[in-house]
């Protein structure tokens, strides 16, 4: 019977997701993790040799879940005949809390090295130019991107100016819109 425990690298990197969400990229050490973790500094250091390989592995693998997450949304809407960038958009839109508390962190650790985020750069611009592309107004579809990500940012950072009590309706809007461009 194969096992399903996760291995040394994952439990590492689980460990400072962890570590970043609860308590910020500034206390992400190889101490921290370590403890988080349950395995020796040198089980860490063999893994992600620094705090540097530690953040690029952790982007690495998000950038990958993303990828993958948006993949299957694409996926699925081309296999019921609905607009990908509409399914794309839910997608993004429903990542769960506990993912944004990560970007969060990620996001301030990339301030050191912004070089980190560029993965995450190329994924997301490929597959948002692509789907751009395919709908009757590519500039229309930008725009659309643009406020998804001008929405998601300023719930990302905190800046707390949309009332709890609009973001479902004008998550909802955005979504219409999207679907729209298909008409």
Known sequence: MPSSKPSTRDTILDAADTVVARDGSRRLTIDAVAAEANVSKGGVLYHFPNKIALLQ??????????????????????????????????????????????????????????????????????TFQRLAEETPDPVAAHILMLAMDGLKLSVLLGFN?????????IRDRLLSMASELYA
Request: hydrophobic share 40%; net charge negative; glycine share 6%.
């Open 57 to 126: 592995g952790m982007v690495e693998r998000m950038v990958t879940e993303i990828g993958d997450e948006l993949a299957r949304a694409e996926s699925r809407a081309r296999q019921v005949g609905k607009p990908p960038l509409a399914e794309v958009f839910a997608s993004m839109f429903d990542r769960s809390e506990s993912e944004n508390g990560l970007s969060t962190a990620l996001l301030a650790a990339s301030a050191e090295h912004p070089e980190l985020l560029d993965p995450a750069r190329e994924i997301l611009s490929t």
């Open 161 to 169: 100016h949309i009332p709890d009590h609009q973001f479902q309706p």
